[in-house]
């Protein structure tokens, strides 16, 4: 059994904010085994020595929103300080194997919950990922269905009934799965939680939650780039319809995942785009794996609608900033937040960097880098329901643990200065985790 000693750092609470010099971190297995000052903890003969002296200590951070296109790039997410993954929409046998290769040491890789395919209430877009929900029956029995092939959590998307999600909820909840996903267009984020979704994906506020009948009737089935641009540019976050709305959020304790990185890449400036898709610094294997994952992601997408239009681009760009004022107004009030980042992309992108970036969008939306890494650590181990395995470093807890050069609490981009990765007890560098793509796996089921 693999033990290992991170010794000298500086302890980073993620709790309460405090933090604790010359720290050591003893590890048995996969889990923290002692955490205390060095003088008191000693390493145990055999140990592998991780050196965090005058480094910080920070648990593993989490994409809440990460579909997995490429086994490959697995890796990838470690060396960005991703160990743990939520991919919320995807082939089943194919989300099931990769957790399990994962899970039992034959890729490297974060941690993997799977949906498996979503949950929609029209004939599908991508056929291989998405099981239709149409009437409560089919609801119920997708459910039920997903159950038992050992998902993780449930995903909704765009247009799934009313009375569909409430067959959903009600089913997911008695076999202990929480519902997360879109509010449905048809819907308001209102109604949708009082129905009891769990968790909200992007900021997603419907025109019929805050606009007239006619004027929602007119913008909330437009093309998403378009809709959003458009609701958000009537929206007044002012006014006491989206007060209640929030207050609702934070009540119900639903847990809502931004996903800036998507909504922010389609109304980037060539500027921004181009010093966003720069890899310097990385092996050619990631891009060379990360090109044909985008490709087939945008051939996916032939009416582009997920681009921004360019005559309602400057309109994208300020309701991307209203967005974030709202979110700001959502921490202010106690709304648990995550980090997702719904992407693969280049550069800045990349699967982990991305919740890097996401990390600066928060603070960017007025948290503080604290509040940020609580987003991606002990709130999403939360939104998991794994609190008690995840998310801090503490006795008995998984050891998920990243060593740093730099105070992430003094400016939150710091995150990226990454010395260490420690997963499930297992140091490695960002380095090793980069240089070379990993080999196929051998696996038990290969024909």
Same mark, same amino acid.
């Given at each position: 059994m693999t033990r290992t000693a991170i010794v000298g750092g500086t302890l980073v609470d993620v709790r309460t904010g405090k933090t604790t010099a010359n720290t050591t971190v003893l590890t048995d297995g996969e889990r923290i085994a002692e955490v205390g000052p060095a003088?008191?903890?000693?390493?145990?003969? =055999?140990? +592998?020595?991780?050196?965090a002296r005058g480094g910080w200590l920070i648990p593993g951070l989490?994409?809440?929103?990460?579909?997995?296109?490429?086994?490959?790039?697995?890796?990838?997410?470690?060396?960005?300080?991703?160990?743990?993954?939520? /991919?919320?929409?995807?082939?089943?046998?194919?989300?099931?194997?990769?957790?399990? /290769?994962?899970?039992?040491?034959?890729?490297? =890789?974060?941690?993997? $919950? *799977?949906?498996?395919? *979503?949950?929609?209430?029209?004939?599908?877009?991508?056929?291989?990922?998405?099981?239709?929900?149409?009437?409560?029956?089919?609801? #119920?029995?997708?459910?039920?269905?997903?159950?038992a092939q050992e998902v993780d959590f449930i995903k909704v998307y765009n247009s799934v009934p009313e009375r569909s999600l409430e067959a959903i909820v009600r089913t997911a909840h008695k076999l202990k799965l929480r519902v997360t996903g879109h509010v449905p267009r048809s819907l308001t984020m209102t109604r949708a939680i009082e129905i009891g979704m769990d968790g909200l994906e992007h900021v997603r506020v419907t025109g019929r939650e805050m606009l007239s009948p006619e004027e929602a009737a007119k913008l909330d089935?437009?093309?998403?780039?378009?809709?959003?641009?458009m609701l958000w540019e009537?929206? /007044?976050?002012?006014?006491? %319809? $989206?007060?209640?709305? *929030? %207050?609702?959020?934070? %009540? +119900?304790?639903?847990?809502?995942?931004?996903? $800036?990185?998507?909504?922010?890449?389609?109304?980037?400036?060539? #500027?921004?785009?181009?010093?966003?898709?720069?890899?310097?610094?990385?092996?050619?294997?990631?891009a060379e794996t990360i090109r044909p994952a985008r490709a087939a992601r945008d051939a996916?997408?032939?009416?582009?609608?997920? #681009?921004?239009?360019?005559?309602?681009?400057?309109?994208?760009?300020?309701?991307?900033? %209203?967005?974030?004022?709202?979110?700001?107004?959502?921490?202010?009030?106690?709304?648990?937040?995550?980090? =997702?980042?719904?992407?693969?992309?280049? =550069?800045?992108?990349?699967?982990?960097r991305g919740v890097q970036q996401e990390l600066g969008y928060l603070v960017a939306c007025g948290l503080t880098p604290l509040a940020a890494l609580r987003a991606s650590t002990i709130?999403?181990?939360?939104?998991?329901? +794994?609190?008690? #395995?995840?998310g801090a470093i503490e006795r008995g807890k998984l050891a998920d643990i990243l060593v740093l050069d730099k105070d992430p609490l003094a400016e939150v981009r710091n995150i990226a200065a990454i010395r260490a990765v420690v997963h499930g007890g297992r140091a490695t560098t960002p380095a090793e985790l980069l240089a070379a793509p990993p080999p196929e796996p051998e696996t038990p089921y290969a024909r």
């Open positions: 003088d008191r903890v000693r390493a145990p003969a =055999g140990a +592998k020595e991780v050196d989490t994409d809440m929103h990460a579909h997995v296109r490429s086994p490959a790039l697995l890796p990838v997410y470690l060396a960005f300080g991703v160990t743990t993954v939520r /991919d919320p929409g995807g082939s089943l046998t194919r989300s099931v194997l990769l957790r399990r /290769d994962v899970a039992e040491g034959r890729r490297i =890789g974060p941690r993997m $919950f *799977i949906a498996g395919p *979503i949950l929609d209430g029209i004939p599908p877009l991508w056929p291989e990922m998405t099981l239709l929900v149409d009437t409560v029956e089919r609801a #119920e029995a997708a459910v039920r269905f997903l159950a089935y437009l093309p998403v780039r378009r809709r959003e641009a009537r929206f /007044d976050l002012s006014s006491p %319809k $989206f007060t209640a709305l *929030i %207050k609702r959020v934070a %009540k +119900k304790s639903v847990f809502l995942d931004p996903t $800036f990185v998507v909504d922010a890449a389609p109304v980037r400036t060539d #500027e921004e785009r181009e010093r966003a898709e720069r890899m310097d610094g990385l092996p050619d294997w990631i996916a997408d032939p009416n582009r609608v997920m #681009e921004q239009p360019q005559d309602v681009m400057e309109l994208g760009r300020s309701g991307l900033r %209203k967005r974030q004022q709202f979110i700001r107004m959502c921490a202010e009030a106690g709304v648990r937040l995550v980090t =997702g980042t719904d992407f693969t992309g280049l =550069g800045e992108d990349l699967p982990g709130t999403a181990a939360a939104a998991l329901g +794994k609190e008690r #395995e995840m």
